[in-house]
């Protein structure tokens, strides 16, 4: 049992728990299943219960992030928990919300989704990397391969899930208007939190071992996926991806851009499962918020515009837009130190 009894609350805004370990794909630029292989391990729904209600009872209330490498990475193991954790919060009328990560194929599987929205999942982390297919085949991205993205990005916002999505330009098949079809993609989507990174050839990873053995891998890896650097030689000019990449990430947080994906997600989002409660740091920081984007920062005037509107046309998505508003705040931040 983790020792929650350590920790001040107060200093966290979510926890961290794990049901499984590996991932049944093999992505080349992947470390995740070097590490913990291809068939994946699960706790017992019995024992990560155990593990949330001994954080319930010490007063968390707010999210929880189950860091799995791939949560439906066993579905049936999955959905046993689930079902458990349904019956838990009937049973201890838990407020918790949960996000995870998992890969797309989600999509595929309405009961799968509606049994995590029923369990309290709010978000999932989905890692779609790139709207090109030759891209996706040169990466062995198996399961995104042949199908329409954005389709299965709104099939799961409908569900009631926030996608965040992982993407990542530098392949070798990778065209120059890559950052035009990456930019148009994540709008068109709605994928709010958008995580761009350049590719990047991890130890031991397959990638790693073809760019060795091509004689192209330069340095080993920092770890930081928003470094706008490349440790290997690319088929597209090298400053061209850098500067690319540069743009547009500050271009996709750009206060006019962002509110407009906001206002697509919101679109196609609908609540259901069980409603997260709003704290009083939640409180806080919308009130802060204010002052921040609608006072002190540059798009103050896209800022209340949003606001305005949400309030007319969604005003039970209200408390929602405005998370993600102050979540843009922060991408930007991120954004302008590339």
């Not at 200093?11 to 992947?30: H, L």
């Not at 978000?123 to 790139?130: L, P, S």
């Not at 297919?133 to 099939?155: F, I, M, W, Y």
Request: glycine share 6%; hydrophobic share 40%.
């Amino acid at each position: 049992m983790p020792r929650w009894d350590l920790l001040n609350f107060r200093q966290y805004a979510t926890m961290a728990v794990q049901f499984s370990r590996g991932c049944p794909f093999n992505c080349e630029f992947c470390d995740i299943i070097v590490m913990n292989g291809r068939v994946p391990r699960t706790k017992s729904p019995a024992q990560l219960i155990a593990e949330l209600e001994a954080l319930r009872t010490r007063g968390w209330k707010d999210m929880v992030f189950v860091v799995d490498d791939n949560f439906i990475g066993n579905r049936a193991h999955t959905k046993a928990l689930l079902r458990e954790l349904i019956a838990w919060r009937e049973r201890t009328r838990a407020t918790m919300g949960f996000l995870t990560e998992a890969s797309v194929n989600l999509a595929d599987d309405p009961d799968l989704m509606d049994l995590m929205v029923r369990a309290g999942f709010k978000k999932v982390f989905v890692g779609i990397e790139t709207p090109l297919p030759e891209s996706l085949e040169e990466c062995h991205k198996l399961q995104n391969q042949g199908r329409d993205l954005v389709a299965a990005v709104a099939t799961l916002q409908r569900a009631g899930l926030q996608v965040m999505g992982g993407f990542i330009v530098g392949f070798d098949s990778d065209s120059h208007d890559i950052f035009k079809r990456q930019f148009e993609f994540i709008q068109r989507s709605g994928v709010v939190t958008a995580m761009v990174g350049l590719l990047t050839a991890l130890p031991q990873t397959r990638l790693y071992q073809r760019l060795l053995q091509e004689g192209r891998l330069l340095t080993g890896s920092t770890g930081n996926n928003t470094e706008a650097t490349l440790n290997f030689l690319p088929r597209l000019n090298r400053d061209f991806l850098i500067n690319g990449y540069r743009d547009l990430m500050k271009k996709l947080y750009e206060p006019r851009v962002y509110y407009e994906r906001i206002r697509t997600f919101l679109r196609n989002h609908e609540a259901t499962g069980p409603r997260r409660r709003i704290s009083w740091s939640d409180f806080q920081a919308f009130l802060k918020s204010f002052y921040v984007l609608g006072v002190r920062h540059r798009g103050r005037r896209a800022y209340w515009g949003f606001c305005a509107s949400t309030l007319l046309r969604r005003p039970r998505q209200f408390a929602q837009a405005m998370e993600l508003a102050i979540i843009g705040h922060h991408f930007r931040r991120v954004a302008s130190l590339l």
